[in-house]
């Protein structure tokens, strides 16, 4: 069975970085596609960064582009975020979800999601 599991969040202050991981499990290929999403409290859910596990494809939410970088690595069926120049408009709950027919789609067509985990920005 397929299982997400995110790390890496915590109290940054503002201008600081974060490095947040995605751990995936019982894919039986690299055939797939992981993406982050947000929620800040009072917010809807924000998809801001996606990263297919095979081709070279990558994707950034234009708030987040040149700050964030996403990166994989297939030996260990991990991606990461990692999130520079961090504002306290990143504040939320951040998730990594896994699909295994499209890049980045909506948010309902996702396979599986991780637990999330807090970042927060804040002096």
């Known amino acids: 069975q397929v299982q997400l599991v995110e790390s890496g969040g915590g109290l940054v202050q503002p201008g600081g970085s974060l490095r947040l991981s995605c751990a995936a499990s019982?894919?039986?290929?690299?055939?797939?596609?992981i993406g982050w999403f947000r929620q800040a409290p009072g917010k809807e859910r924000e998809g801001i960064s996606c990263?297919?596990?095979?081709?070279?494809?990558?994707w950034y939410l234009g708030s987040v582009k040149g700050r964030f970088t996403m990166s994989r690595d297939n030996a260990k069926n991990t991606v990461h975020l990692q999130m520079d120049s961090l504002k306290p408009d990143d504040t939320a709950v951040y998730y990594c979800?896994?699909?295994?027919?499209?890049?980045?789609?909506?948010?309902?067509?996702?396979?599986?999601w991780g637990q999330g985990t807090l970042v927060t920005v804040s002096s």
């Open positions: 990263i297919s596990m095979r081709h070279d494809n990558v």
């Open positions: 019982g894919f039986s290929s690299d055939d797939y596609n």
């Open positions: 979800a896994a699909d295994r027919r499209f890049f980045c789609p909506p948010a309902g067509e996702y396979d599986q």
